[in-house]
Nanobody, 114 residues
Framework: QLVDSGGGLVQFGGSLRLSCVASGFTLDDYAVAWFRRSPKNEREGVACLSDSDGNISLYADSVKGRFTISRDSAKNTMYLEMNSLKPEDTAVYYC????????WGQGTQVTVSS
């Protein structure tokens, strides 16, 4: 199970940190990713991180340089640090495996005001 949290309302240029706690499996054993879905768009991949053996991260061009994906093995939790937020980042954010192999959580709403 994956539980996303940390969303909220923030002004243009602000920051948020999203968290995703995993239960029932060890996050380190898998690649992980953050996705988002806005009212206008289908779900899109935002960032992904390989398993703990590789620790390679990739980002969508739209967030590169502003977002950072990470994990805390001890807490079995992954994070998405989001800086310099823009209104177009407004969406519901979800964590999962890059191929969506886990059950989707409820997501966490991020709203960026201009």
């Amino acid at each position: 199970q994956l539980v996303d949290s940390g969303g909220g309302l923030v002004q243009f240029g602000g920051s948020l940190r999203l968290s995703c706690v995993a239960s029932g499996f060890t996050l380190d054993d898998y690649a992980v990713a953050w996705f988002r879905r806005s009212p206008k768009n289908e779900r899109e991949g935002v960032a992904c991180l390989s398993d703990s053996d590789g620790n390679i991260s990739l980002y969508a061009d739209s967030v590169k340089g502003r977002f950072t994906i990470s994990r805390d093995s001890a807490k079995n939790t992954m994070y998405l640090e989001m800086n310099s937020l823009k209104p177009e980042d407004t969406a519901v954010y979800y964590c999962n495996h890059p191929e969506g192999m886990f059950s989707w959580g409820q997501g966490t709403q991020v709203t960026v005001s201009s």
